[in-house]
């Protein structure tokens, strides 16, 4: 099969893509409005870009409508927001939070996801999430650069929450224990349970 993705829909461009650039981590998103509403959002085109400084890049696409969503509006009004990684136990709660609400509502008190207050960063944290980034906003970049139908989210981590319960003996974290899903294509997610090693050549 060959795809000529100048003759492909931007609906079919995207299944493409989503169905085979897999597993996405998912970026589970606190962020607050500028009237102090809480939302929660997931993005599966998410990464992390640097270690100096210790950055994440979370792209957030606009609505059907060619509507910011909340997280962009958010992060551009306050520059600050919580990156979670979402392990399996909370895969449920974070499949609810992505229904979509009117910007006075907040996802966390819709969905009954239980928060907890952040340490250097005004958006509260998802309780019970095995890693969390309290990050603030380093720089916003719509793409493409004439008519943007995505932006950029570049989230410098100032803090990260780690529950001990997904580290091993020495400390470092264990894949299985921290137990992450990834995004597949259409309904489909994956599980960081089934994993080998490979030593790097030298």
């Given at each position: ?18 169905a ?69 136990a ?18 966390f ?46 989230a ?25 899903v ?8 994956s ?12």
């Open positions: 099969m060959l795809l000529d993705f100048a003759n492909l829909t931007p609906l079919d461009r995207y299944r493409w893509l989503a085979t650039v897999t597993p996405r981590p998912i970026a589970w998103v606190s962020s607050l409005s500028g009237e102090g509403v809480a939302n929660l959002a997931p993005f599966s085109f998410f990464q992390v870009i640097s270690d100096e400084p210790a950055t994440l890049m979370v792209n957030v696409g606009t609505r059907d409508d060619g509507a910011l969503k909340d997280t962009l509006r958010n992060a551009q009004e306050t520059g600050e927001l919580v990156i979670h990684l979402v392990s399996f909370q895969v449920e709660a974070m499949n609810a939070s992505a229904a979509i609400l009117p910007r006075s509502s907040s996802e008190e819709h969905c009954a996801i239980a928060s907890i207050p952040s340490t250097r960063v005004a958006p509260p944290r998802v309780a019970g999430a095995a890693v969390a980034f309290e990050c603030r906003v380093a720089e916003i970049i719509g793409y493409p650069q004439q008519q943007p139908n995505h932006h950029l989210i570049f410098e981590v100032l803090l990260a929450h780690v529950d001990d319960g997904v580290l091993n003996e020495k400390g470092r974290i264990d894949p299985h224990r921290l137990d992450l990834g995004r597949l294509g259409g309904t489909a997610y599980r960081t349970r089934d994993t080998f090693d490979l030593q790097r050549p030298s």
